[in-house]
């Protein structure tokens, strides 16, 4: 089931990674303005994986022991199970997190550069560019507000929101899955439960209140079923505590 507080974690998790990544945003957005095409070195992205997974860990295991202990799992299974996991989920999380920052780098850098390849042999000093860059003599100068725009898409609030949303719903998912097997409880009348807002996406609005027999197939371990999912399992034989 889902827990009480559940947008709070999500905005203090976003708001964790925001931070974590403040200084590198500003890092790279400098890297960038120096050279365009510069190749970001690899301890650069060495240390934005590593920041990821310190702030992910830190909110996710209190997320992960407030789902297990509040679908029946005692406090000392509860943070045992919690810190073997959480582990392990930070640093995939961050390692993957931070391989997609590298290729939105990459792809920038491709655009910029194919523009200035085709624009190089006839452009004119001032001339813009289709995706406004501009030759200023013999040197293609990105526009500012393009740089600032990757650095706002690899470390801004959108993207921590994601991975935000994404990891807390797996936290209660993995805890809560957990407790109830642990436990015995577990259920074929177990329903997944979508939010039954507006923001309901058409993956989750037809499985929603569908029994296992009916998801597990397609998505074994339960919620999320894609980035920014905010479901979760009812569980037919556990009464979640408040």
């Not at 510069?38 to 590593?50: A, L, M, N, S």
């Not at 990821?52 to 000392?76: C, E, Q, W």
């Not at 439960?193 to 397609?218: A, F, L, M, Y």
Request: glycine share 8%.
């Amino acid at each position: 089931m889902d827990i009480p507080g559940r947008a709070g974690y999500e905005s203090k998790l976003t708001a964790g990674l925001v931070a974590a990544g403040s200084a590198h945003q500003q890092d790279l957005i400098k890297q960038l303005e120096r050279d365009p095409f510069t190749t970001i070195p690899d301890g650069f992205w060495q240390d934005v994986e590593k920041q990821r997974r310190a702030a992910l860990a830190a909110f996710i295991l209190i997320v992960f022991f407030d789902s297990a202990t509040r679908h029946g799992l005692d406090k000392d299974r509860a943070k045992s199970k919690g810190l073997t996991w959480v582990a392990n989920r930070a640093a995939t999380v961050a390692r993957t997190a931070t391989n997609n920052s590298k290729q939105q780098v990459a792809q920038h850098q491709s655009r910029w550069r194919a523009e200035q390849q085709s624009f190089s042999s006839k452009a004119k000093p001032g001339q813009t560019g289709q995706t406004g860059g501009q030759f200023l003599g013999n040197r293609y100068e990105v526009p500012k507000s393009d740089r600032a725009e990757l650095g706002e898409k690899v470390f801004g609030p959108k993207k921590a929101g994601t991975i935000a949303s994404t990891e807390v719903t797996n936290a209660i998912t993995d805890a809560s899955e957990m407790a109830v097997k642990l436990l015995n409880v577990a259920s074929e009348k177990d329903v997944w439960w979508t939010e039954e807002d507006q923001r309901v996406c058409p993956i989750c609005g037809p499985i929603h209140n569908k029994k296992r027999s009916e998801w597990e197939g397609e998505f074994p371990v339960g919620p999320p079923a894609h980035p920014n999912c905010r479901c979760w399992i009812a569980y037919s034989k556990v009464e979640i505590s408040v």
